[in-house]
């Protein structure tokens, strides 16, 4: 089949998600879509736009499939542009079979993937960045990247890049008065101004691309890990999160490498837990390839849980390789530790506490004094949790309470900090888009302090505007095609 | 009237447009009759007295190595030559000559008049003859009627030109000539869109008026790098100094008081100047807060006494114009030889002409320089040679004369007034052309040489000259490439004296030009044998110290010619395509650009509509594969 032929078609398909629900709903468009519903569905007056009917669709053998709902919508005020209509029927496959099926006869096909975005897009409904987000829409798999998606969709990503659009053009508008109209004495911008212009656009761009970490981690999980010295309890609290929390969103191995055991949902946040048990446990493996494997996981985890064990005095060597800046502390087994020394969590906290400051004064003291350190050692409290794992696993109240305990702990620790959180990338394309213009604009900053002449600076500012152009949709090559086949699952 | 009753082609109009475009086709075998108003001003140089400048050198050098003659005229009555942004890099170096106008516009006379195959005759067209949608031939002033295969329109300001200065008009196209009336009018009843635009010129003042003491003197360049390969590097008239002054609080005061009696301003013309070329008026009142604007005095020549006060084009009225004048310092005793105007003209919304400016509506008829929407002598010339160029090759049967992009300005230049049409008068910037970096000066043969051959205006003998330069230029590149340095002690520190670090191991003679600090002559005391030659060194050098950028550059060159190799079809329907807005489909319908890229050039057409169009293509591509 050919793609014009396809774009001219009317497509049907159901947009609520397979399987039982109280309404399904069907969307029909294209040229022929209230032709095509009008075969099946009788109205009871002349269509308005935007108004919704009660009745029955009818099969081509005029009878009943179901009581519907029938709104429709006049091109180009429509999601698609085209003329809408949409079904709301009653939630069973059947019934929405047998409604496609009657479309199909009178005339539709069915929808591709992500085809209704794709007319949306075509149609000028939306940029580029908003179709995309809107299959970030449908894939999101946990509140916070439905949010993302939500605040890709309302634009905040674009105004944030047409921000630095903006600076870009105007920089380069200066760059090119001062090149052609060198003779005119003119008053264009100096080389510091524009060195801090391209600082800011720079500082503008790195905000975007270091949100990437974090907006991906949103979309596909953010990788946790348990560590700590064998027998400490980490299989347990592995467990207990894993048999607590039911939402078992996928058990896909291999999305994220190989030691990826489990994706959960846990409070708002699609975690990732990385299956780190096994690393030191095993007697069988040479002890240096136990480290190695440990170490490339605690480096790919964005929250790294170090489970000590309460009763036990010495941290192991692996706390000195630790990620700081990412981990948080479980003190496990309060149970043994309330039995034997008859203190509460309070003293059992404050003992982790000083045992971890103890650890840190062996680190190397040039490090102890930075900024950092001293954030870490301050904000030490936040970041230690006392409980017996064997607790989590109980069904009973106390079994409840540590649980919950667990959950709030982590999930707070995945917080960020930062309060710029609303124009998160999440989106491959606009990464390395924009790790390109950013190589871009830092050239030009360097061929500015070194006294180059503003043409090649110029070539270097393009480049970052073209980058920045097509990630916007404002600027055509045929890759960007390519990719919207791709995204959106379109030809062969 | 005196004229034969059939040519091949007639040309109207002998400024530089006329001047190119009737040399092309008359050297290309072509019986051709120029035919110009005012036979006395052949060649004139009706507003400043220079030649080049940036983007506009690279368009003359162009014009140059295809053939044309305005690089000649300027080197040969060049009074002073510089290069602008010689401190910048190379790609936008700009050469600018002051010509003595006498020996300019007497230069141009004298080639007109000795080509074969090339007629004179005074007389004023005043419509064209027009058979079943083609030209056929001009109808002149008494009415006697001529007629040839090609007809090209070179009129400039004179269609319907109207002369400001201060609140009174005069029709003509430039004082001291006739407006041409009658042909646009019967253009526009054809069909042609035609438009208002204005220009202005400057005061001519008195040399003996001036107090030259005080002013301070700007010389040229001490090196002539002439525009023609085919000079010689040397200086045939002597050079001379322009002068700087500048305006004070006072003169804006006197403007200021008088704006009411601009015709700019009390809205009697409705053609739109250009912005880059404001008149002193626009100039103090959009940047109120200079307190002064610069000036140059450049003399118009040797042999006459008149000054031309660059960057003060005005058309206030006479009285209001002297008593400005004379706050600038150096004038303040000033006589004025004519007063500054401002014209204005019709012309043609060049999207109404093909690549080859022939014109959409009518076959065999093209339109040249200033009636297509441009400014500035060079831009009309190199239309000219190409509408000369196309006019020929299509008498002869041979394809159509374009060139491309990242080839020449020239190619730019007519893209830009092609597709996007133009609604102020179009002067060339190196901004324009995307791809700057390969577009020097320097490297115009290398660009252009074979286009050269292909086109055959110059004689056998000098394309063997460009062709031996070209050929020395590529030895040199290929034995820098190849010839190793070996770092034995005595060359270390011959290379330490060149005031660079010493090798650490072996390396080519072009990894070592690279080097910021060392340049091409330097090899020579290395023992690298070398042809003196600037036309051979200076664009070796530049390749080989910025080649770098000129990769990366021919990389982009390389992507965007993946759509600039999507050929659309001539026949496409846009209104058929899904996706794309009445207003696109307007655009597309009327431009019908040749290639994708040249679509997604149009102004208003935006990137949606490109993707439609490639899925448009592509689907037809797998209907026709099937």
Known sequence: ?492 | MAFDNKYHVIVVGAGHAGIEASLATSKLGFNTLLISSNVARIGYMSCNPSIGGLAKGHMVRELDVLGGEMGRAADLTCIQFKRLNSRKGPAVRGSRTQNDKELYAEHMKNVVLNTPNLTVEEAEVKSLLVESQSVVGVRVQDGSEVYADRVIITAGTFMNGVMHVGLKQSSGGRVGDKASVGLSNQMADLGFEVKRLKTGTPPRLFKDSINWDILKPEYGDRDFYPFSLRSKREWNLPQVACYLSRTSEKTHEIIRKNLKLSPMYCGIIEGVGPRYCPSIEDKITRFYDKDTHQTFLEPEGLNTDLIYLQGISTSLPEDVQLEFLRTIPGLENVKVARYGYAVEYDYFEPSQIWHTLETRLLKNLFLAGQINGTSGYEEAAIQGLLAGCNAARSLAGKSEFVLERDEAYAGVLVDDLVTKGTKEPYRMFTSRAEHRLVLREDNTLDRLAQRSVDLGLLSRESLDQLLEIKQKRQSLQERLKETKIYPDAEMQAKIANLGTPVLTKSISFEELLRRPEVNCLDLLGLGFELDKDPNVLEPVEISVKYSGYIKKQNDLIAQAKKLEELKLPQSMVYGQIKGLSNEEVEKLSRIKPRTLGQAKRISGVNPSAIQAIMIHLKAHQSVSSL
């Open chain 1, 1 to 492: 089949m050919i793609l014009q032929n396809r774009n001219e078609l009317t497509i049907c398909s159901v947009i609520t998600p397979p399987g039982q629900g109280a309404v399904s709903v069907i969307r029909l468009s294209g040229k022929r879509a209230i032709e095509i519903i009008k075969k099946s569905f009788v109205f009871s007056s002349e269509i308005e736009a935007n108004r919704a009917y009660y009745g029955k669709i009818l099969n081509n053998r005029k009878q009943v499939v179901d009581h519907v709902l029938v709104t429709c919508f006049f091109a180009p005020k429509s999601f698609t542009g085209e003329d809408c209509v949409e079904v709301s029927c009653h939630g069973s496959p059947v019934i929405c079979n047998e409604i496609l099926s009657c479309f199909i006869e009178n005339g539709a096909r069915a929808a591709e993937r992500g085809e209704f975005s794709f007319r949306a897009f075509m149609n000028g409904k939306m940029d580029l960045v908003q179709a995309e987000a809107i299959q970030a829409l449908i894939k999101s798999k946990s509140i916070r990247a439905k949010d993302l998606a939500l605040e890709m969709l309302e634009g905040r990503i674009s105004k944030y890049l047409s921000a630095i659009e903006e600076r870009l053009v105007f920089s380069i508008a200066n760059l090119e008065a001062s090149i052609d109209f060198s003779e005119e004495n003119l008053e264009v911008i100096k080389r510091d101004e524009l060195s801090s212009i391209l600082g800011s656009i720079l500082d503008k761009i790195a905000f975007l691309i270091n949100g990437y970490q974090r907006g991906k981690a949103v979309f596909e999980g953010f990788k946790v890990g348990f560590f700590g010295k064998p027998n400490v309890g980490k299989s347990s609290l592995l467990n207990a999160l894993l048999l607590e929390e039911r939402v078992i969103v996928s058990s896909k191995a291999g999305t994220t490498r190989d030691i990826v055991k489990e994706q959960i949902v846990l409070n708002d946040y699609l975690i990732s837990v990385l299956d780190t048990a096994g690393f030191r446990d095993s007697h069988d493996e040479v002890e240096s390839l136990g480290i190695q494997k440990s170490r490339r996981a605690l480096a790919a985890c964005d929250l790294v849980i170090y489970v000590v064990d309460l009763l036990d005095n010495d941290l192991d060597e692996e706390f000195k390789n630790l990620p700081l800046e990412k981990t948080v502390f479980i003190g496990n087994k309060f149970d043994l530790f309330l039995n034997e020394l008859k203190l509460d969590k309070e003293a059992a906290k404050e003992n982790l506490i000083q045992r971890v400051l103890s650890q840190l004064k062996g680190l190397d003291s040039n490090n102890l004094e930075s900024e950092e350190m001293r954030a870490f050692k301050n904000g030490l409290s936040e970041r230690i949790l006392v409980l017996s794992a064997k607790d989590a696993l109980n069904s009973e109240d106390s079994g409840k309470e540590t649980w919950i305990d667990l959950k709030n702990f982590i999930s707070k620790a995945l917080e960020t900090k930062k309060p710029d959180e609303d124009a998160l990338l999440s989106q491959a394309r606009h990464f390395d888009n924009l790790s390109i213009a950013y190589n871009s604009c830092k050239n030009a900053l360097e061929l500015l302090e070194a006294k180059a002449s503003f043409e090649f600076i110029t070539i270097e500012l393009m480049e970052a505007l073209n980058q920045v152009q097509d990630t916007l949709g404002k600027r055509f090559d045929d890759e960007v095609l390519d990719r919207i086949f791709k995204e959106f699952c379109l030809g062969k």
